[in-house]
């Protein structure tokens, strides 16, 4: 059977169906190399055995692709999705099953998605297959990228423009999981929640019901179209192209809808639009359809679902400071933001903003490893803190290069025990504002050198430094309690209505950062008007 042939040969057609029954050759180009390398069966063996020793479920998705699914399809692996290759059924089946995983963390969750269902339909009892085809198709529905592809020699996903194309895929992961549970999978969290709430049974009564259920899950990107068009988008029956764009060094998102397609809309795009863009007023004072911006924050998520037979934009306005998660490595603790979202406009083109979807938000302890100080540090006392000299600021101090610049503002100097093992340390405060794209603001607290007026490197240092202080998220500052030092890190000005003063409490031990009280906000949405 020759490499390309369909995969109907596998039924694929029947379980995977993309709207345009494009062919399944994904990312890849079907006159690839890839598809025509050579292919030996000892080399695709022997470099399977090589790539699943390498491989770490801790790696990006780049580096998947250099280390795992780039030297598979560069042995010929493509060749057993239609024909054994020369090798047995086992390995046959468990070689897929390994490569559509690793197109899954790589992102591709469309060459996924084909790959898993030749696994399933080879071996219907390999529960494992069945899960990771179903969260292929999860992470699909995920994919909403309505941007001008300008690389001629990559291939866009199938398009998946209206609510149909959507309550299908939505059916397909559905029926994925529950082959998983059927045949004894365990219910993990993950696909407990989509089989709770998904396309087909989410509230369909209206469109903001609709996208507070998925707000209140954190899955509102399942509900994104992916492709350009053409789509109906104002309900008059007119067709329209619909680009997404980025503008300027503040990064701020827009989408431009043209009545015809086009050949080249790349990012920072405003202004240069022809005479077949579309302006939808009020929409060109919102959320930039049409071709404006005003209105839409840097760092916003904007784009287009498909609720029943019409169109709407969702512009996601995030706040990065309200939710953290903090895992201890060494002497770095960084600070992974969940981007909570501060509100969601749901947009009716040509119409404008049709409701704001809020949340209320409800703090609660994430870690307590001290109880007495964790519940104060919950309710927002204020700690006692070392004295602090101020004769220093207003002065520059050079920080590393870790800095977004070489001079930042001393605010204060103090001298506290910061490791409470009776080797007290010099420590300096800084303030650094920078106007450069989005604008950023950091305050924070570093080791000094106090003789040189610099910031002291070394463990310690590299310590406080990985207690994460994002662009205008708040500060850190040293802190005492019972006799103990530890470090605060808050929300600063950018504290929302609702939220604890505090992010996290944290000790410095043998020049580690360790958390011992952490905050994490609970948002509960619901729809401020229509």
């Known amino acids: 059977m020759s490499r390309l042939v369909a995969l109907a040969a596998f039924g694929i057609t029947l379980l995977f169906a993309s709207p345009s029954g494009a062919a399944p050759c994904g990312n890849l180009p079907c006159n690839s190399p890839f598809f025509h390398a050579p292919y030996n069966s000892a080399k695709l063996l022997q470099t399977y055995k090589r790539v699943r020793a390498a491989y770490s479920p801790t790696e990006e998705s780049w580096e998947v692709m250099e280390k795992v699914t780039g030297p598979l399809e560069g042995a010929g692996v493509q060749v057993l999705l239609t024909e054994d290759g020369g090798i047995t059924p086992a390995q046959r089946i468990e070689i897929l099953n390994d490569y559509g995983f690793w197109l899954y963390k790589q992102g591709r969750a469309f060459d996924a998605a084909a790959v898993l269902q030749v696994v399933v339909q080879l071996a219907p009892q390999r529960a494992v297959a069945w899960l990771n085809l179903g969260d292929a198709f999860v992470l699909e529905l995920g994919k909403h990228d309505g941007a001008f592809n300008p690389n001629p020699n990559e291939i866009k996903l199938p398009p998946r423009l209206t609510w149909s194309d959507g309550q299908a895929l939505t059916h397909q992961a559905i029926d994925a999981y529950r082959h998983y549970l059927a045949l004894g999978g365990v219910p993990n969290e993950h696909v407990q929640d989509f089989l709770a709430l998904n396309q087909r049974n989410a509230p369909q009564g209206n469109v903001c019901a609709f996208v507070t259920a998925y707000a209140n899950a954190g899955r509102l990107d399942e509900l994104g ?3 350009n ?14 680009y997404s764009i980025i503008n300027g060094t503040a990064d701020v998102p827009g989408l ?11 990012d920072d795009y405003i202004g240069q639009e022809g005479a077949n863009t579309e302006i939808f007023s009020p929409l060109d004072a919102i959320d930039g359809i049409g071709g404006a911006t005003q209105g839409t924050n840097p760092g916003d998520d904007l784009f287009l679902i498909a609720f029943k037979t019409r ?16 895992t201890a490595q060494g002497n770095i603790l960084p600070t992974v933001s969940k981007k909570a979202i501060a509100a969601i406009m749901v947009v009716k083109p040509g119409q404008g903003i049709i ?9 609660s302890l994430a ?14 006392h204020p700690f006692d803190q070392p004295a602090q000299n101020t004769s220093l600021g207003g002065e520059n101090i050079t920080l590393g290069p870790r800095g977004l610049g070489a001079d930042y503002d001393l605010t204060s100097t103090t001298r506290a025990d910061i490791e409470n093992n009776g080797h007290p340390v010099d420590l300096a405060y800084y303030d650094f504002e920078s106007g450069a794209g989005a604008g950023c ?7 000094f050198d106090a003789v040189a007026r610099v910031e002291k490197a070394g463990p310690l240092d590299d310590a406080l430094r990985g207690i994460r202080i994002d662009c205008d998220s708040g500060r850190d500052y040293v802190i005492t309690w019972r006799g103990k030092t530890y470090i605060e890190l808050d929300h600063g000005p950018n504290r929302k209505p609702g939220e604890a003063r505090g992010v996290g409490i944290y000790k410095i031990k043998d020049d580690r950062v360790y958390p011992v009280c952490l905050i994490d906000n609970k948002f509960t949405y619901s729809i401020k008007h229509n």
């Open 311 to 326: 169109y709407y934009a969702l512009d996601l306005n995030y706040s990065t400071a309200n939710n953290a998660v903090y």
């Open 229 to 242: 068009g053409p789509i109906n988008l104002t309900g008059d029956g007119r067709p329209y192209y619909v």
């Open 256 to 266: 431009l809808a043209f009545t015809t397609r086009q050949k080249d809309v790349e």
């Open 355 to 363: 409701c704001t979807v809020t949340p209320t938000i409800s703090p």
């Open 367 to 380: 870690k307590n490893l001290n109880v007495a100080l964790c519940d104060q540090f919950l309710k927002g």
């Open 441 to 447: 603001g950091q305050k924070g607290v570093v080791p």
């Open 225 to 227: 179209i992916s492709g």
